[in-house]
T-cell receptor, first 114, second 116 residues
Framework: AQSVTQLGSHVSVSEGALVLLRCNYSSSVPPYLFWYVQYPNQGLQLLLKYTSAATLVKGINGFEAEFKKSETSFHLTKPSAHMSDAAEYFC????????????FGTGTRLTVIP | NAGVTQTPKFQVLKTGQSMTLQCAQD?????MSWYRQDPGMGLRLIHY???????DQGEVPNGYNVSRSTTEDFPLRLLSAAPSQTSVYFC???????????????FGPGTRLTVT
């Protein structure tokens, strides 16, 4: 069975501080992993994806994530938070079996404090 | 290129009413899916389709029907709305596994449904 766990439903950081959003996964086969961002009252936008190439993945808006198989983690980071980063972030897993169905974590709401 | 479009944006239904949420994409994607988003639960898959004429159930299919007569459209039908179906519904599409641009799903803007 596959699952995604996001630690911390709410994270607050000061503007300019490091952003770290945690994601751990469980999958019986090597998965593909994604981070999506959702701004208020909008749909989901892909930030970055891991598809078994480089383990350090760079995405849009200065975000990056590192796939660590030994820790079954795919944490999202950004060196310096901007006010515009305030949003909800979802980690998702594609188990690479069958159809392209995604399994989502429960989301982390990021607040940036000026 | 409009991407994934959904209508309506907002809908209020009374318990027992039926309605269809529309989803269309113009990217010639084989795969389409419907998710519902509830607070604290992330997105959960309702139904999906890997091509015209082919649909299958996801994690939470009860109370919903789908069909896929064309590549472009994937409507979601609520047969008899219940308050538990109050949610935000997202449609998504992608190329099937292994195709160009594979592994990225594109999401529509969502439909916010309230059932009273």
């Amino acid at each position: 069975a596959q699952s995604v766990t996001q630690l911390g439903s709410h994270v607050s950081v000061s503007e300019g501080a490091l952003v770290l959003l945690r994601c751990n996964y469980s999958s019986s086969v090597p998965p593909y992993l994604f981070w999506y961002v959702q701004y208020p009252n909008q749909g989901l936008q892909l930030l970055l994806k891991y598809t078994s190439a480089a383990t350090l993945v760079k995405g849009i808006n200065g975000f990056e994530a590192e796939f660590k198989k030994s820790e079954t983690s795919f944490h999202l980071t950004k060196p310096s938070a901007h006010m515009s980063d305030a949003a909800e972030y979802f980690c998702a897993l594609d188990p690479q079996v069958g159809a392209n169905n995604l399994f989502f974590g429960t989301g982390t709401r990021l607040t940036v404090i000026p | 290129n409009a991407g994934v479009t959904q209508t309506p944006k907002f809908q209020v239904l009374k318990t027992g009413q039926s309605m269809t949420l529309q989803c269309a994409q113009d990217m010639n994607h084989e795969y389409m899916s419907w998710y519902r988003q509830d607070p604290g639960m992330g997105l959960r898959l309702i139904h999906y389709s890997v091509g015209a004429g082919i649909t299958d159930q996801g994690e939470v299919p009860n109370g919903y029907n789908v069909s896929r007569s064309t590549t472009e459209d994937f409507p979601l039908r609520l047969l008899s709305a219940a308050p538990s179906q109050t949610s935000v519904y997202f449609c998504a599409s992608s190329y099937s596994r292994g195709g160009a641009g594979a592994y990225e799903q594109y999401f529509g803007p969502g439909t916010r449904l309230t059932v009273t």
